[in-house]
């Protein structure tokens, strides 16, 4: 989110939880491993990036990534937020292979790889809108809003970008730009913009609104593919052969392939907050990895360092999403 190495995104995790938590022959395991595929594309691509804006001295900029931000009625998203005193500037990264067509006229974008041509929505009509939203936004909490600026960045460099016959590469189609390129065209807004626009005090109360209205992003998976509860696998999965594993002595024994494991039941509670929901009760736990004994659910929970509200049988274990 804040500056930090972006955050693989939770809705990445919550596919690949809901795939080790169905049984292989689900009808629903393709539609869901398509949409894994193509999201972590998009992760992929958003971290190329995140390497150039690295060589930025993290002390003129202040950068926020994966930002989700509430906006009645709903909320929007961007994919990194840089700001100085000077400007404000807008990511928008796109990972598509192939070539792309900007048609300017139509304000369309073709990608056409090995012969099969996709249609994108106009990233530009994209980036503009979330200019709007932020500005929108900072109205709305009373912040100051260095100018906006915008970037289109194509984060894989084998990309060809070019304009329809006969069009000319206008602005504000040159704001798409290849990821190599992302810190010349940052030179280019630094020796246009300098004017102080934000002072230290006003930035840090944007940081501060901002890391507070930030939206984690967990919603149902469950609802999403329209999955039943009773569908989820219950127990504990061995790591090696995906059988059932049981406790024994304190350990993990694979059923299957004998395999042992004194950590197997981490990894199950982590799917369990994000099939279900980010907390959990001793009787919620005992249910879902098949165990009978309240005593083990008790340590298996106190050994995660998870934060607890509640007492006795109301006591509820909450995991917190950044
Ligand atoms: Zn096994």
Known sequence: MFAEERAKPIRIEQNEALIRNLVDSHTKIPLIAQDLKKRKAGFNGEKSVDYHLSFLNSKKYMVFNDLKLPLTPHHFQIDSLLFTPFYTLILEIKNISGTLTIDSEFNQLTKN??????????????????????????????LVLPPIKFLVVISNPSTILKMAPGQKLLSPYDKIIHAQNLISEISKLNTLYTEEKATKKDLKRIKKVLLNKHDTGFTSILDTYGINETEILKGVKCESCSGKMERFFGCWH????NFISKTAHVRAIEDYFLLFKPSITNRELRTFLDIKSPKTANQLLNSLNLKVTGSSKGT??????L
């Open 316 to 321: 509820t274990y909450h995991k917190e999403f």
């Open 113 to 142: 790889y090995n012969g099969v041509v996709t249609g994108y929505s106009d990233p530009i009509t994209q980036a503009n809108r979330q200019k709007l939203f932020l500005q929108r936004f900072f109205y709305d909490h009373h």
């Open 254 to 257: 694979c059923t299957k392939c």
